[in-house]
Every structure is written in C-alpha cells, then in structure tokens.
C-alpha cells in the first residue's frame, strides 16, 4: 500500500510539472505572437469581463470569473482581443461535500466601426434537435445541411438571412465549428477548448471572414445605424 500511494503521490507531482510547463511555453507563444503583430499580451487575471460585456451570456457563467492571457490591440479596420475564460461550478457529492468544479475555454473578441444586431450562431446539438421535435426551432435556411449543423438564433429573422445568405453559410461549413455571437458593436468567437496560438488565428480569421461576407447593402445600412 505505501508504495503505491508513492507513485500515486509521483504521477501526480509530475503531472503538476508537465502541465505547468506547457502552460508556461503557451504564454510564451502567445507574448511572441502579440509581439510579432505589435499587440499587448497580458498573462494577468482580469476580473469583470462579464460586466463589461454582459451582452455575452457564455461571460457569466459560474462565479470566480476572469480572463486571462490576454492579447489586443489594432487589427485592420477593427480591434481585436483574443483571452481564455475561467469560471467556476459547484455541486455536492453523496456525503454533502462541496465540490468546485473549474472550467475554461478561449475566445476572440472583434471590435468593429459598425453596431451589429443581436445573433447568435452555434453548433446544433442533441437537445436543440429534441426542442425542434417540439416546435421550439432555431431559424431555418435553404441549405438543409447549414440547419441539420448550426442552431441560429435572432430576434430579427431578416437580419440572420442577411448574414448567413448561401456564400456565408458555405464559408461557415467549411471551417472548424465555433459559437459566433454578433451583439453591439462586437463578435465573439469561442467554443469549449482552450486554443493555441494557430487555433486562435484560425478563429480570428473565421470571425473577420464572416464579417466580410456582409453584403454592401447591409454594411451601408449597418454605418447609418452606427
């Protein structure tokens, strides 16, 4: 028994090592990739994201929020600022003990010249095809394939189909899935994962993509709007 509680005790030690390692050559990819554009790059805990961008459900999860690892700064005719996401959950096990569960995952956050209304698109799932068979859908669109993928929701019917016309919903089919929200003068990007610095690049790219697949009579009525 004691032995095996050492190695218990040594697999988790260099578990711990192992993980603070990559941790800490992640940070360094991101300061190089920030440094590389001439971003700012901060590894700091920034606390009240959820209060600056309460329009932004996936924010304010959980209690103990924070963002962290945080890149910004000017790209293109926006701004963008790509962090991960702490958030914690808690629960109680069968003897009444209180568990903290954490949880984390990325984002890209773009800050465009235009104000942008309300939409949210994601990767269906198995409880919106259940909702569905109950008449709770999401919006529907021409492509059977894009309806059967994404869950989009928008309190402006006409404004999603301005957005995701045949082009754009072709776009979004070919890439990697991410929950896209439009909401002010912001698109948010993220999923559950935590991204490296290619995965961030790869999300960045999807969101501007996107962004530049709006029609120019939209983005005309977007800038009188703004």
């Keep these: ?104 995952f990325s984002a890209v956050l773009l800050e465009l010249p235009l104000t942008l209304k309300p939409l949210m698109i994601r990767p269906e799932n198995l409880l919106d095809k259940i909702a569905g068979a109950f008449g ?8 059977a394939e894009f309806s059967r993928k994404f869950h989009v929701s928008s309190p402006d019917r006409r404004w999603a189909y301005d957005v995701l016309h045949p082009r754009a919903m072709q776009f979004l089919l070919d890439q990697r899935r991410y929950s896209i929200q439009f909401a002010d003068q912001h698109v948010l990007i993220w999923n559950s994962s935590t991204f490296d610095v290619p995965a961030f690049q790869n999300a960045l790219s999807i969101a501007e993509g996107l962004v530049e697949q709006l029609p120019a009579y939209v983005r005309e009525q977007l800038a009188k709007m703004s």
Excluded at 136 to 143: A, G, K, N, V
């Design 1 to 104: 028994m004691p032995l095996i509680f050492v190695a218990v005790v040594v697999a988790i030690i260099v578990a711990m090592v192992v993980s603070a390692a990559q941790a800490r050559k992640r940070r360094e990819a991101l300061a190089q990739w920030a440094n590389e554009n001439g971003w700012s790059f901060s590894p700091a805990n920034q606390h009240h994201y959820d209060a600056r961008f309460p329009q932004f459900k996936c924010l304010a999860q959980g209690d103990n929020r924070y963002a962290c690892n945080i890149v910004a700064g000017p790209h293109g005719d926006h701004r963008i600022t790509v962090f991960d996401y702490h958030y914690e959950t808690h629960s109680t096990d069968s003897k009444g003990r209180r568990q903290t569960h954490h949880h984390s």
């Design 136 to 143: 709770w859908d999401d919006i529907d669109f021409e492509s």
